[in-house]
């Protein structure tokens, strides 16, 4: 059992006891953060409140991309089976949020029962209205993989005409509301379509916030020469360069995520290497999500701390009695003057300060006479929070994470190249002759041992002397020959007989050839006389 005592010595009250961080989070939320936003209308100008289900549910990863990329057929590839509601073809055939998650039996809930389930957490999206809530729906099964994730399946992006055609609801709105909850989002580019369509464009700015979650994917890529490849992957980066404002570049995945033949397979590894990547990535997301939740918590009580001083300063200024419509307008116009004074006398940074244009837009609609003043106790709470009891829930996270096994996604693609000969690098670099009978070193072995006599053998050794003067001749960093005499030298007398030379050489060779060294040295490659020394 995890526990963590939090106490409040201004106020002596009993010490809590949290089970988990969700617990945890919850608590939090509700009795310190919570009290803030309603005060101060944070769910009208932000985000709506958070529900228990926000905390306690599976890390979801949300899929965007204009129609045809292969956003459903991603999905299919990651599950290895069909789910229900799937549709896929050339047109724009997806035209639902479907949320692919776990459930005993296959099925599909409609938008109005989702939005009512408190166990799911989409209850807010209600918001929305019918228009969206009848093209959302979620698809339940029985698939390992969803056991540890859920996955959201997007309308593909409409591009030329398609676009002007209204959705009837606000689907750049629905994205961001998505990209706030989800832990991964996961852009798809076809290699035959990377024009960025206004449509596409516009969601892009809107998940502006959300960039340390964004991955890109450049999807169909074996339909393209190598030489096209580089050229497509080129433009690519120049597009989401003048749209993605970061100073980095974004991580773009290369590959084709269906489970067809290659149409062109010259880049056959590159694909793979980056399959492996992506799974990688995806599969740390359950390990991760507590610390992601517990983030997502802090910026969310920086924003309303924020928010609150904005109102507050509002109603500050605001007559009691006559003047009230223009001092409103004029309270707005100079907005930017209050953020510099606030900026000022509470030290905070420009960046937690929400869009200036937005936030004015927002005002117009409301009686700025109904805010609330400042109030020192609410903001304390949060102070508290943000001091005492986020550090005390970050020590709770490692101990779950040192408790509790490790958690990845399993099932589905994830499984099929963990183990035998289809498993990413097997049988190459110093996995070669893993499941030959000869030792794979043999084969080089007389042009090794022709060099071996010119370093002057002692007794049938060379000394570390001589054996440097001819493995630096490999210019690779002293660090890396370091870890190859480490390997090499199995009876670690400092000197190397014949076989192990001939090894170290092996291993020079592996790792010029752009792999990577073991950590241990692997069974088939000890020497054959050396395989009955306990290690």
């Known amino acids: 059992m995890f526990s963590w005592l939090g106490t409040d010595d201004r106020r002596k009250k009993e010490p809590e006891v949290f089970q988990t961080v969700s617990d945890g989070l919850k608590k939090l939320y509700k009795t310190k953060l919570l009290p803030l936003e309603e005060s101060y209308k944070f769910h009208e100008f932000h985000s709506p409140a958070?529900?228990?289900?926000?905390?306690d549910n599976k890390p979801m990863v949300l899929l965007v991309g204009q129609y045809s990329t292969g956003k459903t057929s991603f999905i299919r590839y990651l599950l290895e089976q069909d789910f229900p509601g799937m549709r896929i073809g050339p047109e724009p055939t997806t035209d639902s949020f479907i949320a692919v998650m776990h459930g005993d039996t296959e099925g599909v809930i409609p938008g109005n029962a989702l939005v009512v389930d408190p166990k799911k957490p989409f209850r807010k999206l209600n918001a929305f209205g019918n228009a969206f809530l009848n093209r959302f729906v979620c698809?339940?099964?029985?698939?390992?993989?969803?056991?540890?994730?859920?996955?959201?399946?997007?309308?593909?992006?409409?591009?030329?005409?398609?676009?002007?055609?209204?959705?009837?609801?606000d689907f750049a709105a629905v994205l961001e509301w998505f990209a706030e909850r989800v832990d991964r989002i996961i852009l798809l580019f076809d290699a035959h379509k990377l024009d960025i369509s206004d449509e596409f464009s516009e969601v892009i700015k809107a998940l502006k916030n959300h960039e340390d979650k964004i991955r890109v994917v450049l999807n169909k890529a074996d339909q393209i020469e190598t030489q096209q490849l580089m050229r497509v992957y080129g433009a690519l980066m120049w597009s989401l360069g003048k749209?993605?404002?970061?100073?980095?570049?974004?991580?773009?995945?290369?590959?084709?995520?269906?489970?067809?033949?290659?149409?062109?397979?010259?880049?056959?590894?590159?694909?793979?290497?980056?399959?492996?990547?992506?799974?990688?990535?995806?599969?740390?997301?359950?390990?991760?999500a507590a610390l992601r939740k517990l983030n997502d918590l802090i910026k969310r009580a920086r924003l309303a701390k924020v928010h609150a001083y904005i109102i507050s300063s509002l109603k500050k200024?605001?007559?009691?009695?006559?003047?009230?419509?223009?001092?409103?307008?004029?309270?707005?116009?100079?907005?930017?003057?209050?953020?510099?004074?606030?900026?000022?006398?509470?030290?905070?940074?420009?960046?937690?300060?929400?869009?200036?244009?937005?936030m004015q837009d927002q005002l117009q609609?409301?009686?700025?006479?109904?805010?609330?003043?400042?109030?020192?106790?609410?903001?304390?709470?949060?102070?508290?929070?943000?001091?005492?009891?986020?550090?005390?829930?970050?020590?709770?996270?490692?101990?779950?994470?040192?408790?509790?096994?490790?958690?990845?996604?399993?099932g589905g693609a994830f499984d099929g190249t963990l183990d035998g000969p289809f498993g990413h690098g097997y049988g190459e670099g110093a996995?070669?002759?893993?499941?030959?009978?000869?030792?794979?070193?043999?084969?080089?072995?007389?042009?090794?041992?022709?060099?071996?006599?010119?370093?002057?053998?002692?007794?049938?050794?060379?000394?570390?002397?001589?054996?440097?003067?001819?493995?630096?001749?490999?210019?690779?960093?002293?660090?890396v020959l370091g870890k190859i005499w480490k390997l090499a030298d199995i009876d670690k007398d400092g000197m190397l007989d014949d076989e192990e030379f001939a090894l170290a050489n092996h291993l020079i060779k592996v790792k010029l050839e752009g792999h990577e060294l073991p950590s241990d040295l692997p069974a088939h490659l000890v020497p054959p006389s050396k395989r009955k020394i306990p290690e």
């Not at 590959?255 to 990535?281: T, V, Y």
């Not at 307008?329 to 200036?356: A, T």
């Not at 409301?366 to 986020?390: C, G, H, R, S, W």
């Open 317 to 358: 200024e605001m007559p009691s009695v006559f003047g009230k419509e223009n001092k409103k307008k004029e309270l707005i116009g100079s907005l930017g003057d209050i953020y510099k004074r606030i900026e000022r006398e509470h030290q905070i940074s420009p960046g937690d300060f929400p869009n200036l244009k937005k």
């Open 139 to 169: 698809a339940q099964l029985p698939n390992p993989v969803l056991e540890s994730i859920s996955v959201i399946d997007t309308p593909g992006i409409l591009s030329g005409e398609k676009q002007r055609i209204s959705r009837g609801y």
């Open 243 to 288: 749209i993605v404002n970061t100073p980095e570049v974004i991580r773009v995945y290369i590959g084709s995520f269906w489970s067809h033949p290659l149409l062109i397979p010259d880049n056959r590894k590159l694909f793979e290497a980056e399959e492996q990547d992506l799974f990688k990535d995806i599969q740390s997301l359950p390990r991760n």
């Open 365 to 410: 609609a409301q009686d700025l006479t109904k805010f609330q003043p400042l109030k020192p106790k609410l903001l304390e709470a949060v102070d508290d929070m943000l001091a005492n009891d986020i550090a005390s829930l970050m020590v709770l996270v490692r101990q779950e994470e040192t408790q509790r096994p490790n958690p990845v996604v399993k």
């Open 431 to 479: 996995g070669e002759g893993i499941d030959e009978a000869e030792w794979v070193v043999a084969r080089d072995k007389p042009a090794y041992d022709e060099i071996f006599y010119t370093l002057s053998p002692v007794n049938g050794k060379v000394t570390g002397a001589n054996a440097k003067k001819e493995m630096v001749k490999s210019k690779l960093p002293n660090t």
């Open 50 to 55: 958070l529900e228990d289900a926000d905390f």
